[in-house]
């Protein structure tokens, strides 16, 4: 999950710069800049909850694979165990 986290850091600082370099090179009146800029943040905000959603959906997939996984280990672990404990009664 760190990887994740540097992943959408370094998303957002290239965001950052870009937005201050096309603020800085725009050719266009301010009024058109505001509306750009607008824009461009509406459609970062929704790559933003994309990418979120399909962390959210990552996240529970890893988590039905794990409690999986859980419940097979237990039940094989549990089987073991009364098998080694009968064999003791005997």
Known sequence: MKNVGDVIGAFLIGVA?????????????????????????????????QKINNLKEEFERLRKEASKFTNEFLGKFTDKFEKKSEAKVD
């Open 17 to 49: 710069v870009g937005t201050v370099i096309g603020i800085l090179y725009a050719p266009q009146s301010g009024e058109e800049t505001r509306r750009i800029l607008s824009e461009k943040g509406s459609q970062t905000i929704e790559e933003l909850n």
